[in-house]
């Protein structure tokens, strides 16, 4: 069973202004030892969503080498007044405890999340943030890598992940192990917070009455830094993670709630 995200104290830096209005979208971004990808990635995003109120929230997971000075170097380049948040695990707690600093800190009502590593594309956001917007409500938009630029041994098991993942949890998504998502920051502040469960939020969304649809975005080869995950690790803890989601899902109800009937006037 999914057991409990128990969080590390975290460092803050910022240069939002505290009054500052709060934007449409928080772009979140785990990080852990990839200091070679914050600048290009830092550009990207400023570059796609110069259009859009927005704000970059980087959450840099306990990394050992230079990620945070690349993140302070970073403020330089964006326009005076765009708005880098910059948090900090004082040791690594792991990718989702990364994402739940970021979208608690955020001020954005709609959140996208994208990987550090630079695989996925920050142009597909504004694509994938006017998809959420006319859903509405309670709603994931999850990307789905349809021409994968990854090692075949990590394309081989994220298929069995996923043909496994759709069997058992029936998540109405063909690619859940997408960085790239957008949704409401309030849906995801209401779902339960485990480790790894970022590689199951549409299931999650799905069990808390949302929806989920999927939308096809670029997907690039990592050019710089390494991974920071064993490719048949990863594939036996998700299968692991799996049986605790469906745990979870045939233990969750949903309530339907209904406004009570005035009482009948007295004869």
């Known amino acids: ?43 990207e995003i400023g570059a796609a ?44 707690c792991g990718q989702s405890a990364a994402i739940a600093t970021g979208v608690r800190a955020a001020r954005g009502e709609w959140i996208a999340t994208l990987d550090g590593d630079g695989q996925n ?4 956001i504004p694509r994938l943030l006017r998809r959420a917007q006319a859903e509405g409500g309670a709603v994931l938009v999850a990307g789905h890598r349809v021409a994968r630029r990854d090692t075949r ?35 995801f502040l209401d779902l339960p917070r485990f480790d790894h469960m970022h590689r199951y939020l549409p299931a999650l969304v799905l069990r808390a009455g949302g929806r989920v649809v999927s939308e096809p975005v670029n997907h690039r080869p990592r050019l ?7 490719t048949l690790d990863r594939l036996a803890v998700s299968l692991l993670d799996m049986v605790g989601v469906a745990w979870l899902q045939r233990r969750g109800s949903r309530p339907v709630v209904e ?7 007295e004869v």
């Open 121 to 124: 594309d920050p142009a597909d």
């Open 224 to 230: 710089r830094g390494r991974s920071n995950y064993g």
């Open 153 to 187: 041994v990590k394309r081989w098991t994220s298929r069995v992940a996923n043909a496994v993942r759709a069997r058992l949890l029936g998540d109405s998504t063909p690619d859940s192990g997408c960085g790239l998502k957008v949704f409401p920051r309030a849906l």
């Open 259 to 265: 406004q009570a009937a005035a009482a009948e006037p």
């Open 49 to 92: 969503l110069a259009a859009l109120p927005h704000e970059i929230v980087y959450v840099d997971d306990g990394s050992t080498d230079e990620t945070p000075a690349a993140l302070r170097r970073a403020e330089g380049l964006l326009p005076e007044g765009a708005p880098l948040l910059r948090l900090r695990h004082r040791s690594g």
């Open 1 to 43: 069973m999914p057991g409990r995200l128990d969080m590390a104290p975290t460092e803050t830096a910022a240069t939002a202004p505290p009054a500052a209005p709060p934007p449409l979208v928080s772009v979140v971004v785990p990080v852990r030892n990839e200091a070679a990808n914050i600048a290009p990635l830092v550009s």
